[in-house]
């Protein structure tokens, strides 16, 4: 039987049929530290789970004929799978108020996890494990280095090196964090990755191939090349970082794989790691911007001059059916153009922007002209948010349909100083 010292890690080779039925103390060979150990013997609660288990994997095999022999012997691997087992009894435990056992079991769970590399479902063991256990220190404290320990045998080096500069401005728990947040998808060539004007809010960064990063001019109607993307590039930064739709198409030219984090993380991070997005946004900004990359191109972002106005509005937010949702809403303009708007609201968080982010909406507001009171009323959706100082937020709206330029030469001339 293999047994391991709960506080230097050093393995051991043992007689098991020389440690008590109670358990047996010994010394570590190498820090001289005393624990107990005891046999893996299987309780009579698990070899009844096991029977339990084979039982229902008998009753659903189909009446007088033979399951298939590997078929068979998956539904057995399956209803024998030690982990569901273990965890079962970790309830059995906690309902007989035996915190010792269940603190046992998790810990080994969580080895044993930790050693298939299905970290999310170790350290989740490891918080349960603190929670119901919290004067079990010595699991506690091990489970976690044994964690941290198989997250570093398990980085890929390859990776680490080829973004050196952004695990550069982290310590220790925020580059375990980051790396193993991201998840991996490959793109065969010619395949979006995300397509101007649509919201996809993850930030990606490039790990092998070579992509396009392109901007539609919808009043030409034309395709425009911004740059290729290689190897330790970075994608969709904007979008990521604060509440917008993407600037740019990025196409993948050969096929790509890429590393991306998801926009939820961020909220995961204000109370965990509340510097690791600072950090990140400081890499990022050393990226180039796609705004930056049209602006250079030539291109005007802004296809439609616009105007400053203080006009009063109502915003009602609707659903894709065109139903009215939640209550409508009295704002200030910012300024309007015949593309769009810019409204100002109170917003007290992040979570709250993104909430809004993508929605469809009527916006009703009246105007002076030379005939008197005029109402306008367009349809839009909103494709940005900037959160600014004191809870307030500029959304910005882009029209279904465009609005005449004659009225918005109206509104300008009814803002005078603006």
Known sequence: MRIQCPHCGTGYQIDE??????????????CQARFLIRKKTMSKEQHELIQSEKQKVAERKPS???AHPKKAADDVRKGEDEFSFQEQLVEQHLAQNDQNAAAKILFELIVKYSKKRNFGKAEALRDKLYTVAPMA?????????????????????KHLERWAKMYGLLDSDEINELYFAMKTETFRAGQAVYRQG???PNLYFVQEGRLKVVYLDRRNQGEIF???????????????????VSTATLIAISEAKLTYLEKGLLSKWEEKFPSLETKLYKFCQT????????KKAGVNLRAHPRVRTSLKAMIQLIDNKGKAVKDPLRVSLHDISAGGLCYIIRLNTKDMARQLL???LIMQTVYSSSKGKQ?????????????????????HVQFENLLDQKVVDAIALTSPGL
Not at 17 to 30: D, H, M, N, V, Y
Not at 375 to 395: C, D, L, W, Y
């Open 17 to 30: 049929s020389r440690i008590l039925p109670q358990g047996s103390p010994t010394r570590c060979k190498k």
């Open 64 to 66: 007088g004929t033979e």
């Open 137 to 157: 220190l010595n699991e506690i404290v091990k489970s976690g280095e044994i964690i941290e320990e198989e997250k570093c045998q398990s980085m890929d080096q």
């Open 198 to 200: 649509q919201y996809n």
């Open 226 to 244: 911004l740059k290729e993307l290689r190897s330790s590039h970075v994608a969709n930064i904007d979008p990521f970082f604060s509440s917008t």
């Open 287 to 294: 990226q180039s911007r796609v705004g930056d990359l049209v």
């Open 358 to 360: 993508g929605h469809h």
């Open 375 to 395: 109402t306008i009323q367009q349809k839009g959706r909103i494709v940005a948010i900037n959160m600014h100082p004191f809870g307030e937020a500029s959304v």
